[in-house]
């Protein structure tokens, strides 16, 4: 029987798949397409476990599309380039993050702001304009507009410079955004995951003193002794909290639980900035008053666009930053999700796709 002309254009990948809110992954065959003119197609190497896989596996946002394969911090080599590709070549060391396509021609995309355009589309879990289904990075390989492809600088690993592609840039451009890097201010990073671990880090690359803020005291020695924070706050100690009210320039939260903003914002000096990137599944409660007696900010942002986002990962190449990474096996990945769900990692599992997966 003869293929459709869109069977013609599809090429055969694998990789886990959830098919319902169990959020359990299995092995799951599918279709990419073929690498069109303006096309990169990467054979994936490795790919980065994010807070955000977990969230929309077992569908707390409430708009997962099953069956979904989740990934969104892909790293891996060039195998196919179009006959349009100007900026990669077959062999090289690239990245692919959260978002793959947009609308090209919006204001927001005109300002390389690609991750607010309107019409986005996401690595996993989102349509194509043609109405195909989009598949991450726990996979064997993906076709990517070379727009939305990133090299890797020569001496960033492909592991442990994964995560970069969502955690890293999720904190950095908040900090460039909001004026969060001048040398000597003293940030804040709420919560140590594995966002708040890589905020550690690129802070202290741009001079700042850093303060770790954590309800998890057993967490202090690593914060200071191996991630290079200046100070850590326990923030259900009263006492410490109290201490410490009115002492730093900047806060970056990076909670993805439901928890109080009030006491964050005690910490802040006048005119200091709270941002928020973590996505609790529920509304946190802003209290107004101290942000009108401080005249402080409260802010959000959303990883960044994609010259910002290679300009992170230069950033880091140039400063030696990487993710603390547990490289595990496909077949490890429930048990990671679940060891996520618990904040059972330090800091970021990765998935060594390339000498796990196969059919």
Same mark, same amino acid.
């Given at each position: ?8 254009? &599809? ?31 990467? @054979? ?31 790293? /891996? ?14 062999? =090289? ?17 005109? &300002? ?10 996401? *690595? ?8 195909? @289904? ?11 507009? &070379? ?6 600088? =020569? ?12 955690? /890293?840039? *999720? ?22 995951? /594995? ?16 303060t770790v803020i954590s309800s998890s005291p057993q967490k202090e020695s690593e914060a200071i002794d191996r991630l290079g924070a200046d100070s850590f706050l326990v923030s259900n ?15 970056? =939260? *990076?909670?993805s639980a439901v928890h109080p903003l009030l006491p964050l914002l005690s910490l802040l000096k006048v005119n200091g900035k709270l941002v928020t990137v973590g996505l609790p599944n ?11 007696? /401080? ?28 993710? =603390? ?35």
């Open positions: 029987m003869a293929k459709s002309a869109e069977e013609e254009n &599809q090429q055969k990948a694998f990789g886990w798949a959830a098919t319902d809110n169990s959020g359990i992954l299995s092995p799951f065959n599918f279709s990419r397409r073929e690498n069109g003119d303006d096309d990169v197609t990467l @054979k994936i190497l490795y790919c980065g476990v994010c807070h955000s896989d977990l969230h929309t596996l077992r569908n707390e946002w409430g708009f997962t599309f099953y069956p979904v394969v989740p990934g969104h911090e892909i790293s /891996g080599v060039v195998t196919k380039v179009g006959k349009n590709v100007t900026k990669f070549n077959i062999g =090289d060391r690239v990245g692919v993050g959260v978002l793959v396509g947009s609308c090209k021609t919006c204001e927001c995309c005109e &300002q390389d702001l690609e991750n607010y355009c309107p019409r986005i589309i996401f *690595t996993y879990n989102s349509y194509n304009p043609d109405g195909t @289904k989009n598949y991450g990075g726990y996979s064997d390989m993906i076709v990517v507009d &070379q727009r939305y492809v990133l090299r890797f600088p =020569d001496n960033l690993p492909l592991d442990a410079g994964a995560p970069l592609l969502c955690a /890293g840039i *999720t904190v950095y451009s908040p900090m460039k955004y909001y004026g969060m890097t001048e040398a000597g201010k003293h940030l804040g990073v709420a919560g140590l995951g /594995g966002l708040g671990h890589v905020a550690v880090k690129i802070g202290k690359a741009f001079g700042l003193k850093v100690d009263p006492e410490k909290m109290k201490s410490a009210i009115g002492t730093m320039d900047y806060i970056i =939260d *990076t909670v529920k509304p946190l409660e802003l209290p107004v008053f101290p942000l009108v007696m /401080g005249r402080k900010l409260i802010g959000g942002s959303d990883v960044g666009g994609m010259k910002e986002t290679q300009e992170m990962l230069d950033f880091c190449a140039k400063h030696n930053i990487t993710a =603390d990474i547990e490289l595990i096996r496909i077949e490890e990945i429930n048990t990671a999700t679940e060891r996520l769900a618990k904040s059972d990692v330090r800091y970021r599992f990765v998935i060594d796709v390339a000498n796990s997966l196969s059919q």
